[in-house]
C-alpha cells in the first residue's frame, strides 16, 4: 500500500454500542517497515460495517487500492447495501473513502472479490446480493471498473441461492474471469452448491445462468446473452466524514 514492496496489514473496525449501532467504522492500514517493524498507522472513516475488505489497483496506476464491503444497519428489514474504495495512488497516497451503492434490499451480503470480469483488462467488482425473500432474484451484483472506476451496478444472474461468497478465476483460459458462487442454498429444497457463471463480455448481464452444479464442471459453462438490467443508480464521489 506504500510503495515500499512490504506487505502491509489492513482491517476494518466498527466500534458498536449496546444497540449495535456501528458508531464509526474505519479501515486501518499499518504499513510495514521491515524488521517486524510497522509505521503509524493510516486511518479513514468508512460508512458503518465494513464486513469485508480487499485490494485490488483498480486503476492500474501501480498502487493498490482498497475496496470494502458494507451491511446495512439492519438487513432483515431491508437497506442500502454499499461499497466503499480507498484509491491508493503513488502520488498522493491513500485517498478518502468513495461510496458506491451496490444493491438494496432484504438480505445479507458477505461476498465480495475483484477480477476482469468484463474483458477489459480493469478488475471489476462482484459481490454476493442474498435477497432473503422471494421473489429473491439475481443473486449477486457487478461493479464494472468501465469506463474507469466504476459504473452503475448491474445485476448477475448466478445459479444457485443463497451465496455465503464469490471468488472470480479465469477456469476456461479465454482471458476472462468467470464468477463462482458458494450458494448455502434456501431452506433445505435448494442445495448447497457450487455455481459458475460465464458474462458474456459484449453483453455483461447474464440472464440465462443454467444449473448450479454441486462441483463445477466445465462442460456446464455457457456464455450467456440478455438485456442489460441497470439497477440502481450509482452515487460517485461522495466522500465520507472524517
Ligand atoms: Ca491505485
Ligand atoms: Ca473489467
Ligand atoms: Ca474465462
Known sequence: ????????????????????????ARVVV????GAGMFGNAIERSVAPFPVRLLVADFELDGAPDVAALHLPAAPQAGGAHLISVLFNDPAQGIGLATEYDAWNGIGYSFGLAAGDVSGNDRPDLVFTQHL???????????????????????????????????????????????????????????????????????????????EAVEEPDL????????????????TRGRKTRR
Open 1 to 24: 500500500m506504500t510503495g515500499d514492496d512490504l506487505p502491509d496489514v489492513i482491517i476494518s473496525t466498527c466500534d458498536q454500542d449496546l444497540a449495535d449501532e456501528c458508531l464509526d
Open 30 to 33: 499499518f504499513p510495514y517497515e
Open 132 to 210: 432473503a425473500t422471494p421473489p429473491r432474484g439475481p443473486q449477486a451484483g457487478f461493479l464494472p471498473n468501465d469506463p474507469g472506476p466504476f459504473g452503475a451496478p448491474l445485476d448477475l444472474d448466478v445459479p444457485g441461492l443463497a451465496p455465503s461468497n464469490i471468488h472470480v478465476a479465469d477456469i476456461d483460459g479465454d482471458g476472462r474471469c468467470e464468477v463462482i458462487t458458494i450458494n448455502n442454498g434456501v431452506d433445505g429444497s435448494d442445495p448447497i452448491s457450487v455455481g459458475v457463471l460465464d458474462v458474456d463480455p459484449l453483453s455483461p448481464i447474464a440472464t440465462d445462468p443454467g
Open 219 to 234: 462442460d456446464e459453462i455457457v456464455p450467456t446473452s440478455g438485456p442489460r438490467r441497470a439497477k440502481a443508480k450509482v
